[in-house]
């Protein structure tokens, strides 16, 4: 069973930067891929980032290509989101989550796990 942390959201301005970052413990070896969506209010969830737990490739959604990085901590089984020039429509819960198989990278019900999620807010 992996158990998924995330810390590091809060409030920022429209262009700040934050770094969320999520924990994960238990069995990890099996992980295949573990990823960043968000959920904003009356939103469906939607995919952020992904990266492969073993050989640590990325992949990121549009809307944060080029803004958004996310990057893997082996010695402390910890996957960060660097966010900068944040939009006020980023603003949303960002979740954590993590999958043992391979494809539908940016389909949320293929996870298998999930953290609480942490809040983020953009104020213009």
């Known amino acids: 069973q992996v158990q998924l942390v995330e810390s590091g959201g809060g409030l920022v301005q429209v262009g700040g930067s934050l770094r969320l970052s999520c924990a994960a413990s238990?069995?990890?070896?099996?992980?295949?891929?573990m990823a960043w969506f968000r959920q904003a209010p009356g939103k469906e969830r939607e995919f952020v980032a992904a990266i492969r737990w073993n050989i640590g490739t990325t992949a990121y959604s549009d809307s944060v290509k080029g803004r958004f990085a996310i990057s893997k901590v082996n010695a402390k089984n910890t996957v960060d989101l660097r966010m900068n020039s944040l939009k006020p429509e980023d603003t949303a819960v960002y979740y954590c989550?993590?999958?043992?198989?391979?494809?539908?990278?940016?389909?949320?019900?293929?996870?298998?796990?999930w953290g609480q999620g942490t809040q983020v807010t953009v104020s213009s």
């Open positions: 238990g069995v990890t070896f099996n992980t295949y891929r």
């Open positions: 989550a993590s999958k043992e198989e391979a494809g539908a990278m940016a389909v949320a019900s293929t996870y298998h796990y």
